[in-house]
């Protein structure tokens, strides 16, 4: 590669080998289920029929990939930032193409683990686990009365209107057709987000707040991420999602839904329920009581075979084992919010920004730090408005810092607020 040092180009080649290797590996792809599945299930279980879903995957071979991928990281200079990506990056897509080779077995739950953690691990700062904060989030919307919800917000959007108003919303950021959102009737999430292309589920319902969280979730952090990763020289690979950046993606993701006003908590009781869900599932639970679990929580039978297919994406109905990617969600949203504030209280709000540069995870973007200054890795084209203001960032980042500080034990007496 002309114009940049050796060590540059060297793992600039190792990275162009890596998205070869990696292009097979489509990991949600290949452990979602076969189209057929819901319709089957829900009219047997309409008249009284339960019976746990059969699912045949694919039999697979990743071994060329895998030896590629260890070949990559062995190249790699483990001193240098590149190579320290590079390393982390090609053993993580080992594993997944693993998982993929043991599709329909419980090996794909190990190998899951690794990738994506469990939910009894703690979040960042050594705080709750992940199951007791999806605990407390389920709680707290289990007691607040639908009531107080403005009408508006019972309003139900179909996927086609829902389409056309995103659609519309993105060609306006763009000026131009750069995402197009488009209908899938097999899509196991109610969306999805490529590049270039927002899937949503066909036959969906959707209320104000999806919409809202669907545009600054999937269109302005994981579409504009991998937009913005295509354009890097020297890490084409920032535009894949790779299983290690998951948690960084999703806490990104849903962090952006937070500081934007668009997330709401029944929102947040569906992300808790679905870490419920693998937990119960990691301690013997079947589909089926899954299933039934998000019956009981107020999902449509739809949403819940939805739900519960997630849950046991890749891996035997039978209950003891899950595809645990779900919980990356709220320690993904702890992580990013946490770094947020230090890169605040630390006057690096820079790299908030260059985080969007490609999909990475938060130890990437920090040792890239010299690599951006260098002009070696490119600064995001695209931005968030939130993130592209920073003034307005750091002065939500500033309150967030100070409330912390404060306890609301001392100020809460017997249920009263505090006096001002």
């Keep these: 590669m002309t114009g940049f040092a050796p060590e540059i180009a060297h793992h600039a080649a190792l990275d162009a080998r890596m998205v070869a290797a990696a292009k097979d590996v489509r990991l949600l792809a290949l452990v979602s289920w076969p189209a057929g599945q819901e319709a089957a299930f829900l009219a047997d279980y309409a008249r009284g029929v339960v019976k746990l879903p059969q699912i045949e995957y694919p039999s697979l071979d990743f071994s060329q990939t895998r030896a590629e991928m260890e070949a990559i990281a062995t190249q790699a200079d483990p001193h240098h930032p590149l190579g320290q990506y590079l390393i982390d990056s090609a053993r993580s897509w080992s594993q997944a193409a693993a998982l993929c080779e043991s599709l329909g077995t419980p090996a794909v739950c190990e190998h899951s683990i690794k990738l994506f953690g469990r939910p009894d691990e703690a979040l960042p700062g050594d705080g709750p686990t992940t199951r007791e904060a999806a605990q407390h989030f ?3 919307a289990d007691e607040l009365d639908r ?33 197009s959102v488009e209908l899938d009737p097999d ?19 959707f209320s104000d707040y999806d919409r809202h969280q669907l545009l600054q979730h999937e269109a302005f952090v994981h579409s504009l991420t991998a937009l913005n990763g295509r354009e890097q020289p020297v890490l084409p690979s920032l535009a894949l999602s790779s299983p290690r950046i998951t948690a960084t993606q999703e806490g990104l993701a849903t962090f952006a839904e937070q500081i934007t006003g668009s997330i709401d908590i ?19 639970a079947d589909f089926i009581e899954v299933f039934r679990y998000f019956l009981d929580s107020g999902q449509t039978p739809e949403d819940s075979f939805a739900s519960a297919q997630r849950v046991f994406r890749g891996v035997p109905t039978t209950g003891g084992h899950a595809f645990t990617k779900d919980t990356v969600y ?20 820079q790299l908030c920004r260059w985080l969007f540069a490609g999909k990475m995870t938060l130890t990437d973007v920090q040792r ?53």
């Design 330 to 349: 709220l320690r993904g949203l702890v992580g990013v919010h946490t770094f947020f504030r230090w890169a605040l209280r630390d006057g690096k709000l």
């Design 266 to 284: 029944g929102r947040m009781k569906r992300i808790s329920l679905r870490i419920e869900a693998v937990a119960m599932a990691l301690a013997g």
């Design 138 to 140: 389920i709680s707290i």
């Design 187 to 205: 899509l196991i999430a109610k969306a999805a987000a490529g590049a270039t292309r927002i899937r949503l589920r066909h036959g969906a319902a």
């Design 368 to 420: 890239f730090e010299p690599l951006f200054a260098d002009g070696v890795i490119k600064p995001a084209r695209w931005l968030p408005q939130w993130v592209a203001r920073a003034n307005g960032l750091a002065g939500m980042l500033a309150f967030s810092l100070f409330a912390n500080r404060i306890r609301l034990d001392k100020i809460v007496v017997d249920g009263k607020a505090p006096e001002l």
């Design 147 to 179: 009531e107080l919800m403005s009408p508006a917000e019972h309003v139900t959007i179909s996927a086609t209107a829902l389409q056309l108003q995103l659609q519309r919303e993105l060609d306006t950021y763009f000026d131009g057709r750069v995402i």
